[in-house]
């Protein structure tokens, strides 16, 4: 009986694997393809777009399902926090990041939530956090000093737009590193996870494209088109099909273990990014990134 139970848990570990793999390979084209139309993007109401795309081929599947949603107040305010934090707030500030500083870039300063999904663990849900990953953590920031430090970044943009991007990546860490752990904790309130990728999503959709038009205003036709592109792009990929890979895998593997399985994407964005948005990669971004991973794989060892 033991063996079936620990063969059964090795066969669920590898599926998650395999879910979050796949996941970091489809995320990793997000930085190239907001990079490419960020001139268009408008961070706020791109995400709420790219929500309610990634939403519509998910309702056939989310009015199939049996999965009660006659919750609690806490369960609620809980699922909502895990959309509206994660990629709600964290994905708008990754816009940013991107649009300001470039998707190479970004991308390794807004990966290290890894590590501060390990802090929101041990907070939250009492989760140690041991050497490794405090000698992981180390070295991926170090990843992030050699990717900002240098000249050739000035020649693209200033002070100020450094300062900038680089505050919206590592607000994107915080916001993902939570919003992580706060996924795992609404599994108990709605442990299907097409149900609970699709609820997520209209959280998203409703609140970020109300107050994105608020803020931020609407695109001129001019513009809408390239922000259509991006949106369709990263919004089924990286939420209908990655969100849903990415909530599974933490469904069967923890929150933790799931945003280690991650650290790939900063490596591939640094192949996608100069495929797609022909973006100039510098050694130090591709340095950074190799840091950034190995640091991760320290944690993870």
């Excluded at 450094?162 to 442990?191: C, E, N």
């Excluded at 609140?207 to 592109?229: A, I, N, T």
């Excluded at 949106?231 to 939420?239: C, K, P, R």
């Amino acid at each position: 009986m033991q063996h079936g139970c620990k063969a059964y848990h090795v066969v669920m570990l590898m599926w998650g694997i395999i879910a979050i793999a796949t996941a970091s390979l489809l995320w990793s084209f997000n930085p190239a393809v907001i990079s490419r139309y960020g001139r268009a993007i408008k961070p706020l109401t791109f995400t709420g777009i790219r929500a309610s795309i990634a939403l519509i081929p998910l309702l056939p599947l989310l009015f199939s399902r049996n999965t009660s949603l006659e919750l609690d107040l806490l369960a609620w305010i809980v699922i909502a926090l895990s959309a509206i934090i994660g990629p709600g707030i964290g994905d708008s500030l990754y816009a940013l990041s991107i649009k300001t500083i470039g998707g190479s870039l970004a991308v390794t300063i807004s990966y290290t939530y890894i590590f501060f999904t390990q802090i929101f663990s041990r907070i939250l849900a009492n989760e140690i956090v041991g050497l490794k990953t405090v000698a992981g953590a180390f070295i991926a920031f170090m990843g992030i000093a050699i990717s900002v430090s240098g000249k050739e970044h000035s020649k693209v943009v200033g002070v100020k737009e450094m300062s900038i991007g680089f505050l919206a990546g590592l607000g994107t860490a915080v916001a993902w590193g939570l919003g992580t752990v706060l996924v795992k904790i609404s599994l108990r309130y709605i442990p299907d996870v097409v149900v609970l990728t699709a609820v997520r999503l209209i959280i998203i959709a409703l609140s970020l494209l109300l107050v994105g038009y608020g803020v931020e205003g609407w695109y001129s036709k001019e513009l809408v088109g390239d922000v259509m592109k991006a949106a369709t792009i990263t919004g089924v990929l990286g939420w209908t099909i990655g969100m849903y890979l990415y909530i599974y895998a933490i469904s069967v593997m923890g929150a933790s273990l799931a945003a280690i399985a991650t650290a790939l994407t900063p490596v591939i964005s640094q192949i996608t990014t100069k495929t797609i948005s022909h973006e100039k990669i510098s050694m130090r971004n591709i340095a950074g990134s190799i840091a950034v991973t190995l640091g991760v794989a320290i944690t993870y060892l």
